[in-house]
């Protein structure tokens, strides 16, 4: 036996073995263990993560008995998997919820691989397909990008993604998720179909259910298998509006940080990352950066682990509220949206520069959105609306960087929102253009015609602003601009719904704000 089973079990997840022991003998499952699919993410010149779980029943996941399984991976350079490029064995583990995160190297740069997991004796995965990055600094002509947020399982099916992965005779770089990938809540009245578990999960069994029922979603499958996925989080992997280490119940702290704990690592575990953003308890290092040659970059950002509590909540309680100019605690230059830490690597990274579109994967949207008809302002807290002198320092630091052509894509809101950001502090030149895409599934409040019109009126660096459809943006970029397609779909409660595009907008290079008046 060259590795024993206790060197197995304590090498950590995904070990790469070479010669595995005869320790671990896999059983028989009755269903495909493979049941939530697979995924790939984290892409780069010479790789990707490749993530599944090992599970006996999805929809109503039993911990699987204390034992590791041992799995083969394959990644191929052709979807028959007749040219076979790499291959080895991983152990799946029980503390990780038998989840692999598999960080495969030594690939080209800017080509498909596909891949897929193998379970002895004779259970097969699906395939999934993934696509390095182009080398450092090398010219890249055409990047295509989706971004999706926000996708409640009770808000209904998920033909967004269905239309997100359609053929589109390009090959797709990678998706964009930008946060509320579970909902920890459920809603009220008769939705299109209902969490398993209606109470809101608090224990790391709790979250892990949450995910495999989000997961065994058929289409959810699909678009984790149809590219690299770039992940972030907003609220609801966790609580709704909290803040570091305050939820919007002012819960006791300690058991605060142990619920954030259980969820963050849930979410670790469900999502195609690297090994190395395991949390360690309630803390995560998820903000990151990803280049695609010399076209653009993206910087990943955390919005909740770090953030200061929203300024003039309403009484006992944390989190959002709306606020007018009798709320002077907004104004204060200490409140960070993201930490000062991250601020702090986030202009650095401009600094470095280096790509011709500097993209933004912000979880809360940053566009001033003032929400009070007529004389006066009224702010929502929970975005950067709360967090003006933050926001303020971002625009200066772009500034201060000549950032080449920034472009934030934002989620949150359940609006299409086209914006240009405006800085006052450069006499309100645009500094960026702003894309907030739509939802998947998650709601909104219903409102009329005239409700937008009059928001628009008052808000006129917004170009649109449209609750109405579900969807998700299409971002293509060129050398020279950047287009986002606003897609909507029909039905949110119809899985094979029609979809089309709500509007385009364009970003031209060297100009920043979105092209026309
Ligand atoms: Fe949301």
């Known amino acids: 036996m060259s590795l024993s089973r206790r060197h197995l079990l304590t090498a950590g997840a995904a070990v790469a073995v070479a010669a595995p022991g005869r320790g671990l003998a896999n059983p028989r499952f009755d269903r495909n263990p493979f049941g939530l699919g697979v995924a790939s993410g984290e892409p780069t010149p010479d790789g990707f993560v490749i993530w599944t779980r090992v599970l006996a029943d999805p929809v109503t996941p039993a911990p699987l008995a204390g034992d590791a399984f041992r799995l083969a991976y394959q990644v191929a350079g052709d979807p028959g998997f007749r040219r076979i490029l790499r291959r080895a064995e991983v152990v799946a583990l ?114 892990r259910r949450r995910y495999a029922l989000y997961r065994a979603d058929p289409d959810l499958q699909r678009a984790h298998a149809a590219a690299p996925w770039l992940v972030i989080w907003d609220d609801h992997e966790v609580d709704n509006d909290y803040a570091d280490a305050q939820s919007q119940g002012l819960m006791d702290r300690t058991a605060f940080l142990a619920l954030r704990a259980a969820a963050y690592r849930a979410w670790w575990e469900h999502m195609p990352v690297r090994p190395a953003l395991r949390p360690q308890g309630p803390r995560a290092t998820i903000h990151r950066r990803v280049r695609f040659g010399d076209l653009a970059r993206i910087d990943l950002l955390d919005g909740r682990q770090h953030r200061s509590p929203q300024p003039c909540p309403r009484p006992g309680r944390g989190g959002s509220s709306i606020v007018g100019p009798d709320c002077a605690a907004r104004l204060d230059p200490a409140l960070s949206l993201l930490g000062q830490a991250q601020e702090s690597w986030l202009y650095d990274g401009f600094r470095a520069g280096g790509a011709r579109w500097s993209l933004l994967a912000n979880p809360v949207l940053m566009a001033p959105l003032d929400f009070q008809i007529g004389p006066g302002e009224q702010w929502r807290t929970d975005q950067w609306d709360g967090y003006p002198a933050a926001r303020a320092r971002l625009y200066a630091a772009m500034r201060a960087a000549r950032l080449s052509n920034p472009v934030v894509l934002t989620g949150d809101f359940h609006a299409h929102i086209a914006a240009d950001l405006l800085d006052p502090a450069a006499g309100n030149a645009p500094v960026a253009a702003e894309f907030a895409g739509t939802s998947i599934t998650s709601g909104a409040p219903q409102r009329d015609d005239a409700w937008f019109a009059a928001r628009l009126a008052e808000n006129p660096h917004l170009r649109l602003f449209n609750n109405r459809h579900r969807g998700h943006l299409a971002v293509s970029l060129t050398r020279d601009r950047l287009v986002a397609d606003l897609r909507i779909i029909e039905d949110v409660g119809d899985r094979l719904t029609a979809a089309r595009t709500l509007r385009s907008f364009t970003v031209e290079s060297g100009r920043p704000g979105i092209v026309g008046a």
């Open 94 to 207: 029980p503390q990780d919820a038998h989840t692999v995160h598999v960080e495969v190297s030594g690939l080209q740069p800017g080509c498909d691989y596909w891949y897929r997991f193998l379970l002895p004796p004779g259970h097969v995965s699906a395939i999934g397909r993934a696509r390095t990055t182009a080398a450092p600094g090398a010219p890249v002509e055409r990047l295509d990008l989706v971004v999706g947020s926000c996708q409640h399982y009770e808000g209904g099916y998920y033909g967004a993604w269905r239309d997100a992965i359609r053929e589109r005779g390009r090959p797709l770089d990678a998706v964009v998720f930008l946060g509320d990938y579970i909902y920890e809540s459920s809603v009220g009245g008769t939705p299109p179909r209902r969490h398993n578990v209606l109470d809101n999960p608090v224990t790391l069994d709790d979250f």
